[in-house]
């Protein structure tokens, strides 16, 4: 990677050349995900999760051109109060760097960023995934494919309730992610613990998840693996309180010709309506929960194998 193209803050390169644990996260929540001033707000939260759980945070996007790795506090203000941000996923990105254009990273291009600096662990709130009506639309996240390729462990609360689950878990399993429910049986969706669906796999602590991802690296698998965390029990919207309003949201979006990368602001924000609020709320616990959990993962990477 040009050094032009890839800016690391200090703190996080001191951190990297030390072998300390690192997160990185996505700026998309503040951008596309979130409202202002709560989208800042939360952003400046996680950091300060990560960093009270041990790790360095590394707040990702493109700014004119140039991909930063770790984000002044200015620099993550204006995102937050911007609009008309780029959303960047892999197809995107090259052309926001070429052009020296500015955007916020999505799960895909936060996972080749990080890749591409030395970090293996992201925290984000819910992974993109199969859509509702693929059959008609073909619309799959990149977010997928690029938990096959690229060796970063995603921790998220499960992927968007707005989606096809099913078939966003069966796409996994045929592009070989290991799918981890962290502490269930039960895969979560986003806002509610329990999606109906079992977890592929569980594990239980920070150091098993860490000894299946040097397992996977050691058989030469590549790609990295989904880390499902299901959102604390008293901050969920259980999903058969939820499924009503993903349904009516849906068909919202539907009506009015809402489709691609348009599809999960427009529903986040027709939810956050329709709960009155409370998807936010839970939004912002989730990924605060996500980056503890990805900060003690972090430092079981960091921390020296156990010998067989």
């Known amino acids: 990677m040009p050094p032009s193209l890839l800016d690391i803050a200090p703190e996080v390169r001191a951190a990297l050349a030390a072998g300390a644990p690192v997160v990185a996260l996505e700026s998309t929540i503040v951008t596309h995900g979130m409202p202002h001033p709560q989208n800042v707000e939360t952003a400046r939260a996680v950091e300060a999760v990560v960093r009270e759980a041990g790790a360095v945070p590394a707040t990702i996007a493109v700014v004119a051109g140039r991909i930063r790795i770790g984000l ?57 995934g199969v859509h509702r009506g693929v059959e008609q639309t073909l619309d799959i996240s990149a977010d997928l494919d690029e938990l096959a390729r690229t060796p970063v462990a995603v921790v998220s609360a499960g992927a968007k309730a707005i989606l096809d689950l099913p078939r966003t878990l069966e796409y996994l399993e045929t592009r070989g992610v290991p799918v981890v429910g962290y502490g ?122 156990p010998a067989p």
Do not use: Q
């Open 72 to 128: 002044p506090a200015e620099t993550l203000a204006g995102l937050a109060a911007a609009r008309d941000v780029l959303k960047l996923s892999r197809a995107d990105l090259p052309h926001a760097v070429a052009a020296g254009l500015t955007g916020s990273t999505t799960v895909a291009a936060t996972m080749i960023c990080a890749a591409l600096a030395g970090i293996r662990v992201f925290a984000t709130g819910g992974i993109g």
């Open 184 to 305: 269930t049986d039960r895969f979560p969706a986003f806002w509610s613990r329990d999606s109906g669906l079992p977890a592929p796999l569980r594990l239980d602590t920070p150091e098993a998840v860490a000894a299946l991802i040097r397992a996977k690296a050691a058989l030469g698998l590549g790609g990295g693996i989904l880390v499902a965390n299901p959102v604390p029990e008293a901050d969920e919207i259980p999903a058969a309180e939820i499924a009503g309003l993903i349904e009516t949201a849906v068909a919202e979006a539907r009506a009015a010709g809402i489709s691609a990368k348009a599809v999960t602001p427009f529903l986040l924000g027709r939810l956050l309506a329709l709960t009155g609020g409370r998807s936010l709320a839970t939004n912002i616990a989730l990924i605060r929960h996500n980056a503890a959990l990805a900060a003690r993962l972090a430092a079981a990477l960091a921390a020296p194998a």
